[in-house]
């Protein structure tokens, strides 16, 4: 079992940043992957950013060049770096690990951007 635990959201003017966190506990050796995703009401929740152990990072179309994702695997955390917010980020969003054959979410952290 991996439990995920994020912080970081809030509310943030158009142009402005945020870094989000998420802390692994439980079984984290056993993760291959984390990544953060984000959903708004009445759509599915989509990619933002995952990066995997061996370094390889995939970045959602519209927040490439303003959002950065890092590990650092001594806490067991992965972090969204998140300049240049925009009110169409705003949405609820979640961090995921994957293991040998399952994800895991935490309960996710609300971003608001206003206009």
């Known amino acids: 079992q991996v439990q995920l635990v994020e912080s970081g959201g809030g509310l943030v003017q158009a142009g402005g940043s945020l870094r989000l966190s998420c802390a692994a506990s439980?079984?984290?050796?056993?993760?291959?992957?984390m990544g953060w995703y984000r959903q708004v009401p009445g759509k599915q929740r989509e990619l933002v950013a995952r990066?995997?152990?061996?370094?390889?990072?995939n970045y959602a179309d519209s927040v490439k060049g303003r959002f950065t994702i890092s590990r650092d695997y001594t806490k067991n955390a992965v972090y969204l770096q998140m300049n240049s917010l925009k009110p169409e980020d705003t949405a609820v969003y979640y961090c995921?690990?994957?293991?040998?054959?399952?994800?895991?979410w935490g309960q996710g952290t609300q971003v608001t951007v206003s206009s």
């Open positions: 990066i995997t152990n061996g370094g390889s990072i």
């Open positions: 439980g079984s984290s050796f056993s993760i291959s992957a």
């Open positions: 995921n690990a994957m293991t040998l054959g399952r994800l895991y």
